[in-house]
Every structure is written in structure tokens, then in C-alpha cells.
């Protein structure tokens, strides 16, 4: 039996780094062991916000890769500061941090580009690909977003090929997302957003959330929704030798709206009154960590324990979560918020490390870790829990005890996943 055919279309692609990349560029890699053939669409000369060329070597030499053209504003918004580069990666300022610029720049990105500042790839993408789709078969087209404008090209598509099985995959939810609200919407724009994620929602076959609660939340807007988390592929493991230094590292992009800002009080109350800790600690940054959030902690206590090493690639960025001792995650505090599953929590796991994770209660993240014993989950106003939670960890890696054994991770392999993934569409494409 031949195998069926998906086309993914996709902005991101390597060589783009960051967790946006992962999830697709994973499933292309397993899709072929459970009888898929994929093919990618993508943008020929995309701005991506991170760059990773060591993410090329997942990609098979066989995979069929068709381009088109892209035309971005973003380059435009960057002209006005560099603040505005942010807006790429969907961060941004917040309260007094924001400049008129920044204002001026979060207003026209939300009213004038809808759904996001890619919307120019749609028009011309559906054009190449009613004829590409018309000249080849395919049993099956996804659309993955953020960002959420590709959904449109899907939406298009499922009206020329009624017949072909369409798969919305959302990365992040659309008008959930914590950050939607920064928009400055007009009435207008707002109806518009919420009118066009409804038609995506309705339209397609099969939509794709990353977490529980948003797949709940999609089959209440009438989405046939699947829950399919993100996930760890398996990375070479290097025994881990005992440092000096008692390591807590954050690895990825930390921005305004999920600093956990109670996390540094409680270690700078901890570093003025343990001598101990204060020569033993280390914080650890891997990635991008928001300039604002950098100035506090340099103002701080905490200056002298951090450790900024940048945006490294995946690898390297996996072994130094592998050489830490605790690994810190965190989510918007917003209720709203409870479906975010962070895509670098799956790695973490990998690691064997325990996480100190950040977020609503009840949060999809605190079942994961509660049902896998791999962490601890904190509201951003529990003090006391947290400073107990930081000393246990910090006098179990002091006598050398060993941590309590995560359970149940394999479920969360990139490859089980995938299997799960094949599963869903080959019950819909019988």
C-alpha cells in the first residue's frame, strides 16, 4: 500500500530557530515511518526573529520543499526602533515600559494587519498552490500558526477542494492568546479577528490544539479539536557531572509578560540571607531575556549569580539544560492562560531535571508535572512555597541526594506523538 500525501504549510522553517520550528519539522521527520509522505510549503525569503542552521539536519534530502515569494512590513516597523523587532516574535511592552513607538506599533499591527503582519503571503501562496494542488494529489493539507494569517491560505484552499482534508494546527491559540489583548483593537478589527478564526474553526476537517484546555476550548467554539502536545525528540545524553554551583537556568525567550517577578525577590531574599546559597548559586540564561527584565536583575542582588550566555543553538542549548540542576518555566498569570503548554517543557523533561514552573492555577502545565513528578507549580504570589520549594532543591544538590525519578515521559517522544498525529488523520482520510 502506497502512502497517503500531507502538504504542511508553514512560515517557519530552518533555517528559523526557536520552539516555533520544532513542532512540524518533527512530525515531517516521523510522519514517513506511519505511512505519510510529507511535502512543506514554505516562504522563500522569510525575517525570522532566531536563526538555527543546526536545525537543517533534520530535514530528509528527499523532502519535496516548494517556496514562494514573501513581502513583510516588519522591516518597515523596525525603522522606527529596535523594540520593534519584538513584535516578530509576538512580545512586547507593557505598562510604563512602553514608548510611543511601541504603542503606535502594537495599534497598527493589530488593527491594519489581520490577522498578523504575514497576511501578504496568503493571496499570492493560494494561487501557486491551486495549481500545485490541482497538478498533484494529496490526500491532506495542514496549516500550522501562529502565525495565523496561514490559516487563511487554508481556508481558501478548502473552498477550490472541498474534497481534500484540511488540518488546522494551532501552535497558540488565536484570539485567547494573553497577548491579545495588548492589541489595542478597535470594535471593528476585534469582529474581524474573531470572524475569521470562527470560519477556520468551522471550515476545517481537523484543528489541531497543543494543549487540553485549548482543544476544549475549540470544541466549544465548534472545532473538531484534537489535543496533540509538543514533545521532545531524543537527544544525545552526556553523564552529568556534579558542578560547582548550584544551577537554576531558564532556556528561551523571556519576555515582559511572563516575568516571574516574585522568583527574583524570593532568590534575592535568599542570596542576602544565606551565605551559603550566595556563593553557590548560579542563574542562568539561555536565549533572550527582555532588556527590561535584564536591567532589574543587574540592579539587584542577582547580578553577581547570573550567568548570560545568549541564543545558543538547540544542541547546545540541550546541554546546558542537561547541566543545571533546576529548570525554570513560566507562563502569563491570566487566567486565560491555563492551556499554554510552553513547547521547551517536553525537553525539560528529557533532561531529568526538576522545573520550577510559573502560571495560573490549575494550569495544563501543573498536570503535566504533577502527573510525571517532574516539578513544582507556582502561582506568581506564593512566596513562602516557593522560598521553601528553592532550599529543598538547593540542600538536596548540596549532600548529593538524589531527586525523585520523573515517570511516564515517553508519551511525549516527538515519535509516539507522530503515531498519535497518523493516527487521527488516517481515521479521517479512510
Same mark, same amino acid.
Given at each position: 500500500?502506497?502512502?497517503?500525501?500531507? $502538504?504542511?504549510?508553514?512560515?517557519?522553517?530552518?533555517?528559523?530557530?526557536?520552539?516555533?520550528?520544532q513542532?512540524w519539522?518533527?512530525?515531517?521527520?516521523?510522519?514517513?515511518?506511519?505511512?505519510?509522505?510529507?511535502?512543506?510549503?514554505?516562504p522563500?525569503?522569510?525575517?525570522?526573529?532566531?536563526?538555527?542552521?543546526?536545525l537543517?539536519?533534520?530535514?530528509?534530502?528527499?523532502?519535496?520543499?516548494?517556496?514562494?515569494?514573501?513581502?513583510?512590513?516588519?522591516?518597515?516597523?523596525?525603522?522606527?526602533?529596535?523594540?520593534?523587532?519584538k513584535?516578530?516574535?509576538?512580545?512586547?511592552?507593557?505598562?510604563?515600559?512602553?514608548?510611543?513607538?511601541?504603542?503606535?506599533?502594537?495599534?497598527? #499591527?493589530?488593527?491594519f494587519?489581520?490577522?498578523?503582519?504575514?497576511?501578504?503571503?496568503?493571496?499570492?501562496?493560494?494561487?501557486i498552490?491551486?495549481k500545485?494542488?490541482?497538478?498533484?494529489?494529496?490526500?491532506?493539507?495542514?496549516?500550522?500558526?501562529?502565525?495565523?494569517?496561514?490559516?487563511?491560505?487554508?481556508?481558501?484552499?478548502?473552498?477550490?477542494?472541498p474534497?481534500?482534508?484540511?488540518?488546522?494546527?494551532?501552535?497558540?491559540?488565536w484570539?485567547?492568546?494573553?497577548?491579545?489583548?495588548?492589541?489595542?483593537?478597535?470594535?471593528?478589527?476585534d469582529?474581524?479577528?474573531?470572524? $475569521?478564526?470562527?470560519?477556520?474553526?468551522?471550515?476545517?476537517?481537523?484543528?489541531?490544539?497543543?494543549?487540553?484546555?485549548?482543544?476544549?476550548?475549540?470544541?466549544?467554539?465548534g472545532?473538531?479539536?484534537?489535543?496533540i502536545?509538543?514533545?521532545?525528540?531524543?537527544?544525545?545524553?552526556?553523564?552529568?557531572?556534579?558542578?560547582?554551583?548550584?544551577?537554576?537556568? +531558564?532556556?528561551?525567550?523571556?519576555?515582559?509578560?511572563?516575568?516571574?517577578?516574585?522568583?527574583?525577590?524570593?532568590?534575592?531574599?535568599i542570596?542576602?540571607?544565606?551565605?551559603?546559597?550566595?556563593?553557590?548559586?548560579?542563574?542562568?540564561?539561555?536565549?533572550?531575556?527582555?532588556?527590561?527584565?535584564?536591567?532589574?536583575?543587574?540592579?539587584?542582588?542577582l #547580578?553577581?549569580?547570573?550567568?548570560?550566555?545568549?541564543?545558543l543553538?538547540?544542541?547546545?542549548?540541550? #546541554?546546558?539544560m542537561?547541566?543545571?540542576?533546576?529548570?525554570?518555566i513560566?507562563?502569563?498569570?491570566?487566567?486565560?492562560?491555563?492551556?499554554?503548554i510552553?513547547?521547551?517543557?517536553f525537553?525539560?523533561?528529557?533532561?531529568?531535571?526538576?522545573?520550577?514552573?510559573f502560571?495560573?492555577?490549575?494550569?495544563?502545565?501543573?498536570?503535566? $508535572?504533577?502527573?510525571?513528578?517532574?516539578?513544582?507549580?507556582?502561582?506568581?504570589?506564593?512566596?513562602?512555597?516557593?522560598?521553601?520549594?528553592?532550599?529543598?532543591? +538547593?540542600?538536596?544538590?548540596?549532600?548529593?541526594?538524589?531527586?525523585?525519578?520523573?515517570?511516564n515521559?515517553e508519551?511525549?517522544?516527538?515519535?509516539?506523538?507522530?503515531k498519535?498525529?497518523?493516527?487521527?488523520?488516517?481515521?479521517d482520510?479512510?
Amino acid at each position: 500500500m502506497s502512502a497517503k500525501k500531507i $502538504l504542511i504549510i508553514t512560515y517557519y522553517w530552518p533555517p528559523a530557530g526557536g520552539p516555533g520550528v520544532q513542532r512540524w519539522l518533527k512530525f515531517v521527520k516521523y510522519l514517513p515511518d506511519f505511512g505519510w509522505k510529507p511535502a512543506v510549503f514554505i516562504p522563500e525569503n522569510p525575517s525570522y526573529p532566531i536563526v538555527d542552521e543546526t536545525l537543517k539536519k533534520d530535514v530528509a534530502e528527499d523532502l519535496e520543499i516548494i517556496k514562494n515569494r514573501i513581502w513583510e512590513p516588519y522591516q518597515i516597523a523596525e525603522f522606527f526602533g529596535k523594540e520593534n523587532k519584538k513584535f516578530k516574535a509576538g512580545q512586547f511592552d507593557v505598562g510604563a515600559n512602553q514608548s510611543w513607538k511601541s504603542k503606535l506599533s502594537v495599534w497598527v #499591527r493589530g488593527n491594519f494587519f489581520i490577522p498578523d503582519a504575514r497576511v501578504f503571503w496568503v493571496r499570492p501562496s493560494v494561487k501557486i498552490l491551486k495549481k500545485y494542488l490541482a497538478e498533484n494529489h494529496f490526500d491532506a493539507v495542514v496549516t500550522t500558526g501562529p502565525p495565523h494569517s496561514v490559516h487563511l491560505i487554508g481556508l481558501k484552499l478548502k473552498r477550490e477542494f472541498p474534497d481534500l482534508k484540511w488540518i488546522a494546527d494551532f501552535r497558540d491559540p488565536w484570539t485567547e492568546i494573553s497577548y491579545y489583548k495588548h492589541l489595542k483593537l478597535t470594535k471593528a478589527a476585534d469582529s474581524k479577528h474573531r470572524n $475569521l478564526e470562527q470560519q477556520v474553526f468551522q471550515n476545517a476537517d481537523i484543528t489541531l490544539a497543543t494543549s487540553y484546555v485549548d482543544a476544549e476550548n475549540f470544541r466549544k467554539k465548534g472545532a473538531n479539536a484534537f489535543c496533540i502536545t509538543n514533545g521532545f525528540d531524543h537527544f544525545e545524553t552526556a553523564e552529568k557531572v556534579k558542578s560547582n554551583k548550584f544551577t537554576l537556568s +531558564y532556556v528561551g525567550v523571556l519576555e515582559q509578560l511572563r516575568n516571574p517577578e516574585v522568583l527574583w525577590k524570593v532568590l534575592n531574599d535568599i542570596l542576602l540571607e544565606n551565605s551559603d546559597f550566595r556563593s553557590d548559586f548560579e542563574l542562568k540564561s539561555v536565549g533572550r531575556i527582555d532588556d527590561k527584565i535584564l536591567e532589574k536583575i543587574t540592579d539587584s542582588p542577582l #547580578r553577581n549569580s547570573l550567568r548570560n550566555l545568549g541564543y545558543l543553538s538547540h544542541s547546545e542549548a540541550n #546541554r546546558e539544560m542537561q547541566n543545571s540542576d533546576l529548570l525554570l518555566i513560566t507562563n502569563f498569570p491570566d487566567e486565560s492562560s491555563k492551556g499554554i503548554i510552553p513547547g521547551k517543557i517536553f525537553e525539560y523533561l528529557a533532561s531529568g531535571n526538576q522545573i520550577l514552573s510559573f502560571g495560573p492555577k490549575d494550569s495544563d502545565v501543573k498536570k503535566i $508535572l504533577d502527573e510525571t513528578g517532574a516539578g513544582r507549580h507556582f502561582i506568581y504570589d506564593d512566596i513562602d512555597g516557593l522560598k521553601t520549594f528553592i532550599l529543598q532543591q +538547593y540542600h538536596l544538590w548540596k549532600s548529593a541526594d538524589a531527586q525523585p525519578e520523573t515517570q511516564n515521559i515517553e508519551r511525549f517522544s516527538r515519535r509516539n506523538l507522530t503515531k498519535r498525529l497518523a493516527e487521527i488523520l488516517d481515521v479521517d482520510t479512510a
